[in-house]
């Protein structure tokens, strides 16, 4: 059973405009949130973060908001860039040493 | 440049074939972990190790072996190769877990199982 689901596979964008990726848990333990970007033939790199005290975290042209009664978190980039095309995962931690769990990812595509 | 080193980056191998896939960091993180990456799937934790001699299983170790001797260094070993085995690999290493550590990621080994 999925903990982590990212419900949209792929996402396109024009350039300029709004990016929303979106991220549900099941698992009420988890209390840390990452979001990953992942170029093709690449690692995932680490973007951005939540703690479950906050309800949103701004880095730049991102921004992460976190809705603890609807488990739900969401990836916003404003303003899009053809740049941000990759594969997004949303990640999250539970108390201790858990590894981190993975969503399936979804392919942002920004058109110029 | 520090980071994770995996090799190779790509491998054809053939069914029953054995191969072990290295990972190597050089930023004395503690943890290290071995993920794998199919098409739609997302990324599946396969083993992980906090320390020197210590590893435990994820979501999908069958098929799998790993040995942690030293801090830099966490070899996969696959023994009997299947075609279900055809992934990408990922290995990772954070020097703690929990709130706050975020994981690095070496770029990849991308196998095939004929």
């Known amino acids: ?112 | 440049n520090a980071g994770v080193t995996q090799t190779p980056k790509f491998r054809i191998l053939k069914i029953g074939q054995s191969m072990t896939l290295q990972c190597a960091q050089d930023m004395n993180h503690n943890y290290m972990y071995w993920y794998r990456q199919d098409p739609g799937m997302g990324l599946k934790l396969i083993y992980y190790s906090v320390g020197a001699g210590i590893t435990d299983k994820g979501e999908v170790p069958n098929g799998y072996n790993v040995s942690r001797s030293t801090t830099e260094d966490f070899p996969l070993r696959l023994e009997l190769a299947a075609p279900s085995q055809t992934s990408v690999y990922f290995c990772a290493s954070s020097y703690s877990s929990g709130q706050g550590e975020k994981l690095l990621f070496g770029s990849g080994t991308q196998l095939s199982v004929l």
Not at chain 1, 41 to 63: Q, V, W
Request: glycine letters at 8%.
């Open chain 1, 1 to 112: 059973d999925q903990q982590v689901k990212q419900n949209s596979p792929s996402l396109s964008v024009q350039e300029g405009r709004i990016s929303i990726l979106n991220c549900d848990y099941t698992n009420s333990m988890f209390d840390y949130f990452l979001w990953y970007k992942k170029y093709p033939a690449e690692g995932p790199t680490f973007l951005i973060s939540i703690s479950s005290i906050k309800d949103k975290n701004e880095d730049g042209r991102f921004t992460v908001f976190l809705n603890k009664s609807a488990k739900h978190l969401s990836l916003h980039i404003v303003p899009s860039q053809p740049g941000d095309s990759a594969v997004y995962f949303c990640a999250a931690s539970g108390l201790g040493n858990t590894p981190l769990v993975f969503g399936k990812g979804t392919r942002l595509s920004v058109i110029a």
